[in-house]
Structure formats: structure tokens, C-alpha cells
């Protein structure tokens, strides 16, 4: 059980930790798990335990992986609540997953957050047509994203996410993206081992071309209720700035607006939460913030299923 005396921070990942089957073990378990499912089928009107745990292609589409993804990682911090009174102080999460940390944080009820990015990935896919624009990771020893993005300064291609050290996303039109490795590698040092891997994505996210649905998703925002607690969003570490949220409500709304098209500073994010924390939790059907976590020497304990919970939280 987690030492209520020290500072435990929880980690969600986001788009790409998602898989077929993901939190049925903690459905199959635990009461609140179920009642987690039941409460996001209500608020978007369709199954989502039934999309998690089938063969539905569906899951990959991002209209549907971010809301089912959110869902099966509050299951996950729900039942490790139930559990073994997993209380953390500290929250934060990687794109998505941000927002799966202020509904854990308690800033925002699920039902809100599961239509809300139902309809974020919705236009973040309809802001680029499929096939126009594409991602790739950029991996190599000590990275430097501003000697990336100097690189990559008149070229359709952005920075979307620094997630440490060693990896840096790209983000852009597909068609520029072989450019883009060109330019990358000339600034590089000789001798470096660098590696491209393009990611599976239908869309260039956290790029200059999701900015234009940022009015549309900011209008969304804002018919959000007085159910949204932006005081807690304090515990929460903010992808934009990547520092902590401030207080206030206008600041957090905005924050999430301009995340769509701005880069996701993981590593800043990483270094504020592991200045306060003791212990770091990932949460999610996938673990890619934990390696992120030990190239800035941080230990970060990935619970990516039931019996890892069991394994992880059993013994203490």
C-alpha cells in the first residue's frame, strides 16, 4: 500500500498505449471498474467496454481510441483507489492522457471528458485530410529540440512532442517528413546513432495544422459546467507549458486548447513532477513514459494490468 506520508504522483500515457482487451481484467475484478465503463457508455451513448475488449477496428480510429482509452485508464486508477487506497498528490499525463489526469485529479467528472475528447479526436482527423500529414520519432543520444526546430524552420514539419533526451517527435506533412531526416541528420554529430521510426498515425497532432480547430474545441471547452474544479488542476502538469496548471479556470481551458496545436513538453513535465514526487505510478494499458523517465534518472512503476497491480502493490 502507498505510503500516504510521501509524494506519489500518477502517470497516464496517451494515443498508441491503447490495445484490444485493455483494462478487462480490471472489469472482470472490480465493481468500480465495471460502474467506470457503465458511467462513459452513458455520457457518449454506445458500449464502450465493448469496444475495449472486442476486435473492433474502431479502436484505432482516434474519435474512438481517446474516449476509450480515458475510460480504461480512470478504471485502472479507480480500482488501485479501491485497492490499495492509492491516493496521489500528483498527476499528470502524456498528450490524451492529460486529460485523464484532471479527471483523476478530480478537475473534471468523466462523463464531460469522454464527450469532450470523443470530439477532440473527431477534429483533430478532420483537420488534415488522411494521408497529407505524418509523424515520425526522431531517436538519438542528448537531442536538442531547439536545434531541431532551427533545422526544421522552413519546412511543413513541426516539433509535436520532446519527450526526453533521447526522443523527439516530428509532426507535419507526410510528403516533407523525408526532408526533415535530412536536415535532422546534418546537424546531428558524425559518429551519433540516430534512428527514424515513423509512427502509425492518421494525422500530423500537437502541429501548426490542428490550429485551426482550436476556436471549434475552445468553444467545446467552455460549455463545460460548474462541475470543472480548476483549483485541482494545480496537481496536474500542463503538456503546454510544462509546468503545473495555475488555478484558474481560464488558464486551463486555454492551456488544453493550444495543446492540440503546440508542442507536448513531456520532459519539462517529468522534471516538475519528479522535483516533488517519492513515488511515480503509470497507469495505462501501455508503459511508454516509463522509459522516458529513466533517461532523466527517475524510477516510474508501469501497472499495465491487474496482476502488475498485484505485483507492484501486493507486497508493500
Known sequence: MPNSDKYVAVVFPGQGAQRPGMGKDFYEQLQVCRETYEEAS????WNVAEMCFGEDERLDQTEFTQPCLLTTEIAMFRGLGALYDLSPRLYGGHSLGEFTALVAAGVMP????VQVVHTRGRLMQEAVPVGVGGMAAVIADDLDAEELEDALSDLPVDIANVNSSRQIVISGHASALPDAAV???DVIDEGVDLRFVPLNVSAPFHSRFMRPIERVFSDLLQTLGDD???QKAMAVTSNYTGKFH???REDLLCYLTYQLGSKVRWRENMDAIAAEADTIYEIGPGRPLRDFFKTIGVNCLSVTTF???TRIFGGN
Do not use: E, K
Not at 452513458?42 to 451513448?45: E, P, S
Not at 468523466?110 to 471528458?113: K, Q, V
Open 42 to 45: 452513458d455520457a457518449l451513448g
Open 110 to 113: 468523466l462523463g464531460d471528458a
Open 183 to 185: 536536415r535532422i541528420t
Open 228 to 230: 470543472v474544479d480548476a
Open 246 to 248: 495555475t488555478r484558474y
Open 307 to 309: 496482476s502488475a497491480a
